[in-house]
């Protein structure tokens, strides 16, 4: 017996109009349809239908993650700081983390992500590598005091996660607990119904090596990746400013090294340039330990040597002249290894449209813009380098001309290597009776995040349109007439009920046929199947929501076609 759910008791409110701050087309209609409810910026409240979107994802992620050996806890979401501490987390989150004291005064936090927890859990439980390997997991509420909340679910300051993280002895292990998630993920969002690519990434705060996310292609995405037409190559472009190798020349013609002297200081490096020390210097790139700090470009843009002077300790500094700075675009460029670097590009204006320069710190911790409009969002002094991927760049695998797409990211897999476990020294014994160090692997998906990433790719010009899997009936039946049609509707309900059919009936009295087909489009249900003037003949009208498509059917027919 599937579950009846009955409009005229489901408390379900839809709205006609938009709420007044909602940008984007889940935000709209998951608001309008009843799903949920903004209780404060970035948090919110889940209605009947919403929860029951909600939990059909969270159990096809529960599913297919048990699929795979996941064992399932459940860790706090407020945490001791100490552990964070231990990390540098505590310091590298920067606003993002939510801090609190307890009565006594003692540091709190509440947990943006569980790296930490999860290997001082396995510390305590493990002891042997034939306690391993192991893949943990939980769906549980996060927290992250995001700057600009926004796009309702999309972007939470409360959201829900699932976390999972593998643990091994060897690397072969790590690659294998890797690929397993990498199905697992495939498996999950085919059986969501999402529209997804997997693309090459950034670890960002998590530290570790590979990476890659699951991206859902949609203009309400807040992630730019590049995507190549001809071959497999697809990367988010925040990938480019992690992945910046020293600009060797390699790809796009000579850029000179300057023979400098043992010790450089900016005196030495301007007398050897022919230039005074306090010069600007435009065609200048400056690297410090391999790394870009500085670019000087003919336009607006220059490098004054005085200031980096005081700034930096002479004998790091090392300087680089390109002699390729001609132009206003294409100054620098590189490329590097197997993650796929595109082409990088330092611009001299960077007025570039929102959306596609990405802003690195001048210490690059964790200082990382995205949707930066120069000169509002920052000042030019302050941050040193500016990259742009741009469509038709050529693609680093084959060179055919690069697409850029907004995406919403879904899911994202990393294998973390020993940072954790260094850290928190998680070593079992191995075989050979002495310690080995665990290496370990966290992997996680948007599960709040992913409702509005499924109503952002198929919901169309009436509403909401859910995939079955996910939707919160497998059929919306509307009674389209008087108490007649009313009490027909509640029998087939029953029926179809029975027959394992989860059915939305709206039986709602004094409520016009045409407020419930509005309705009934509204929230998304993907089969309507209307109780109308034939009913009492036993005909039925099924009507498929997104295709539009109707046919008559009786009753019995009805119930073998929808179960
Ligand atoms: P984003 O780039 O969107 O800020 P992230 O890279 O910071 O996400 P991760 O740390 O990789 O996020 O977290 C794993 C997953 O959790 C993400 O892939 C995303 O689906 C989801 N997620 C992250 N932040 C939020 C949020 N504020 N609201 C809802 N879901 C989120
Ligand atoms: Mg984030
Ligand atoms: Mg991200
Ligand atoms: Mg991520």
């Not at 590979?210 to 990938?239: I, K, Q, R, V, W």
Request: hydrophobic share 40%; with cysteine.
């Amino acid at each position: 017996m599937a579950q009846v759910q009955r409009m005229s008791r489901l408390m379900v409110k839809t709205l006609r109009d938009d709420p007044a701050d909602a940008e984007t087309l889940n935000h709209k209609l998951l608001v309008r349809a009843g799903y949920v409810r903004r209780t404060a910026a970035g948090i919110w409240t889940w209605l009947p239908l919403g929860k029951k979107v909600y939990e059909n994802i969270a159990r096809v992620v529960r599913e297919e993650m048990d699929a795979i050996g996941g064992q399932e806890v459940l860790l706090p979401a407020l945490l001791p700081k100490e552990p964070y501490e231990e990390s540098g987390r505590y310091e590298e989150y920067g606003d993002l983390l939510f801090r609190l004291k307890d009565r006594k005064g003692a540091d709190y936090l509440l947990g943006p992500t569980h790296e930490e927890i999860f290997t001082q859990v396995v510390k305590d439980q493990c002891s042997s590598y034939k306690d391993l390997p192991v893949i943990l997991y939980q769906i549980q509420t996060k927290y992250r005091d995001e700057a600009r909340p926004r796009a309702g679910v999309l972007r939470g300051r409360e959201f829900q996660m699932k976390d999972s993280y593998s643990f091994d002895t060897t690397d072969e292990g790590l690659a294998e607990a890797y690929a397993l998630h990498r199905g697992a993920y495939q498996r999950i969002f085919e059986r969501l119904g999402l529209d997804y690519r997997i693309v090459s990434a950034i670890s960002g705060a998590m530290g570790g090596s590979a990476s890659e996310e699951f991206l859902a292609p949609a203009p309400a995405g807040e992630d730019t990746f590049a995507d190549c037409p001809a071959c497999d190559y697809a990367a988010n472009t925040e990938a480019v400013t992690f992945a910046l190798a020293p600009v060797d020349g390699s790809a796009h013609g000579p850029v000179e090294e300057l023979d400098t002297p043992d010790t450089p200081t900016i005196e030495t490096l301007a007398e050897h340039l022919g230039v005074p020390a306090s010069a600007t210097l435009k065609n200048l790139l400056v690297k410090v330990d391999g790394e870009i700090v500085a670019v000087g470009v003919p336009g607006d843009r220059e490098v004054d040597l005085g200031k980096l002077g005081e700034h930096l300790a002479p004998a790091e500094v090392e300087l680089v002249t390109a002699e390729d700075f001609e132009g206003r675009d294409d100054l620098v460029r590189g490329y590097v290894g197997p993650q796929g670097l595109e082409k990088v590009r330092y611009i001299a204006d960077p007025r570039v449209a929102p959306g596609t320069a990405w802003i690195t710190g001048a210490n690059k911790q964790d200082k990382h813009a995205k949707n930066v409009v120069c000169g509002r969002d920052f000042e030019v002094d302050q941050y040193l380098d500016v990259v742009v991927v741009e469509e038709g760049d050529p693609c680093p695998a084959c060179g055919t001309g690069l697409r850029l797409d907004r995406a919403i990211e879904i899911g994202h897999i990393f294998q973390l290597g020993r940072k954790y476990a260094d850290t928190f020294q998680l070593d079992v014994l191995g075989k050979e009776g002495k310690p080995v160090r665990v290496t370990m692997g966290s992997y996680g998906i948007g599960v709040s995040r992913a409702v509005a990433a499924l109503a952002e790719q198929t919901a169309d010009d009436k509403g909401l349109c859910w995939p079955k899997e996910v939707a919160p009936a497998d059929v919306h039946l509307v009674a389209a007439g008087k108490a007649l049609q009313t009490e027909l509707a509640l029998d087939v309900a029953e029926k179809l009920g029975a027959a394992g059919v989860r059915v939305l009936v709206d039986d709602r009295a004094g409520v016009s046929p045409g407020v419930k087909f509005t309705d009934a489009e509204l929230i998304g249900v993907p089969q309507i199947l209307v109780a109308g003037r034939r009913s009492a003949e036993g005909v039925l009208e099924l009507k498929d929501r997104r295709t539009g498509e109707r046919e008559e059917l009786t009753v019995d027919e009805a119930i073998a076609r929808l179960s």
